[in-house]
């Protein structure tokens, strides 16, 4: 589909019109459903033809398992210590400051417990 400039622009445009059509309508849980599959089908097929890549998203693609389950646990500490409820902004610095540290030290103690892991990073840091 990547290769056919043709088929892929067959294919995206008619999306993108079901996706604006659907997108002006509401009222009705369904339209919503639709609008965010459409919005999930032509994200993935802009991303078929432009890439991002840099080191931001590479490095949260090499660490979001670690970002997921650490995630909740600063979530919770930080809102139970009533930091939510003086500071937003500094609520949610402090969680993925420490989320992303945390993941971060996880990732090097993963990779110098299982030497096998490395083969299949594939982004080097």
Not at 2 to 14: G, R
Not at 43 to 72: D, E
Request: proline share 2%.
């Amino acid at each position: 589909l990547t290769k056919h400039i043709a088929v892929w622009y067959l294919l995206f445009i008619p999306t993108l019109v079901v996706f604006l059509w659907v997108h002006s309508m509401s009222g009705r849980f369904i339209y919503a459903v639709l609008r965010a599959v459409f919005f999930c089908v032509v994200a993935v097929m802009i991303t078929m033809k432009i890439s991002f890549n840099n080191a931001v998203l590479r490095f949260f693609g090499r660490n979001i398992f670690g970002i997921y389950i650490f995630q909740k646990m600063f979530f919770v500490l930080f809102e139970t210590l009533g930091i939510a409820d003086i500071s937003p902004a500094l609520y949610f610095g402090l969680c993925a400051g420490c989320t992303i540290g945390i993941t971060v030290v996880f990732n090097k103690i993963s990779a110098y417990l299982n030497p096998m892991s490395k083969k299949f990073i594939l982004y080097k840091s």
